[in-house]
């Protein structure tokens, strides 16, 4: 229900923007996101966007990463600035209709509800 595009090879300090088709989400989802994991470490919400298009960043990519949506369109994006290798990771978009709260470190914290989903997932690789 999320498909995702985007991501690719990188060198540290360059770009990358992700996209999110996000479908019968687009105007009825309360809160939409991102996440990301990486091997062998914790699954990290990255960012979030609410209905009134309030968002919120984890500490690690304020500054560098912007979240938006186009709903016209129906896609959510994710820009990614001055990446550096440790933002090396499987990149996921969330989406909830659900109203509740909507901060970047709920993103993937949980499982979808049944009024949620999630993307396929999209690797993003920074290299040094």
């Known amino acids: 229900q999320l498909v995702q595009s985007g991501g690719g090879a990188v060198q540290t300090g360059g770009s990358l923007r992700l996209s999110c088709a996000t479908a019968r989400f687009t105007n009825s989802a309360y809160c939409m996101g991102w996440f990301r994991q990486a091997p062998g470490k914790e699954r990290e919400g990255v960012a979030s966007?609410?209905?009134?298009?309030?968002?919120n960043y984890a500490d690690s990519v304020k500054g560098r990463f912007t979240v938006s949506k186009d709903s016209a369109k129906g896609f959510l994006y994710l820009q990614m600035d001055r990446l550096k290798p440790e933002d090396t990771a499987m990149y996921f978009c969330?989406?909830?209709?659900?109203?509740?709260?909507?901060?970047?470190?709920?993103?993937?914290?949980?499982?979808?509800?049944?009024?949620?989903?999630w993307g396929q997932g999209t690797q993003v690789t920074v290299s040094s």
């Open positions: 969330s989406a909830e209709m659900i109203e509740n709260s909507c901060s970047a470190k709920e993103q993937g914290a949980k499982p979808p509800t049944l009024f949620g989903a």
């Open positions: 966007i609410t209905s009134a298009r309030a968002t």
